[in-house]
Nanobody, 128 residues
Framework: QVQLVESGGGLVQAGDSLRLACAAS????????MGWFRQAPGKEREFVAV????????VYADSVKGRFTISRDNDKNTGHLQMNSLKSDDSAVYYC?????????????????????WGQGTQVTVSS
């Protein structure tokens, strides 16, 4: 069992930055990776970014590449999503997700079904 606690969301203007945090607790010894997803009203939940817990390798959605940076601190069981140059299209509820106890990723790293623990979601609103 893994518990995820998110923080860092808020209301900002276009061009501003936000840094989201995801703190994991519980059985974190078998974490394969931590990912971020987002969902805007009336739209499907979409993949944003993921980081491998051991190797640090990252994958980003094309829509955020070059603007967002995902990172993790293994010792503190914490991940972050640094969001720069925010646009109104980035407005959404952002969810942290962890794959734990399911083995290594096998070509499904950007799919929701690869993650078995989810945070409560944090609202990000970008005004323009």
């Amino acid at each position: 069992q893994v518990q995820l606690v998110e923080s860092g969301g808020g209301l900002v203007q276009a061009g501003d930055s936000l840094r989201l945090a995801c703190a994991a607790s519980g059985r974190t010894e078998n974490v394969a990776g931590m990912g971020w997803f987002r969902q805007a009203p009336g739209k499907e939940r979409e993949f944003v970014a993921v980081i491998s817990w051991n190797s640090g390798g990252t994958v980003y959605a094309d829509s955020v590449k070059g603007r967002f940076t995902i990172s993790r601190d293994n010792d503190k069981n914490t991940g972050h999503l640094q969001m720069n140059s925010l646009k109104s299209d980035d407005s959404a509820v952002y969810y942290c997700a962890v794959s734990a106890g399911l083995g290594p990723f096998r070509g499904t790293i950007i799919e929701e079904k690869s993650y078995n623990y989810w945070g409560q979601g944090t609202q990000v609103t970008v005004s323009s």
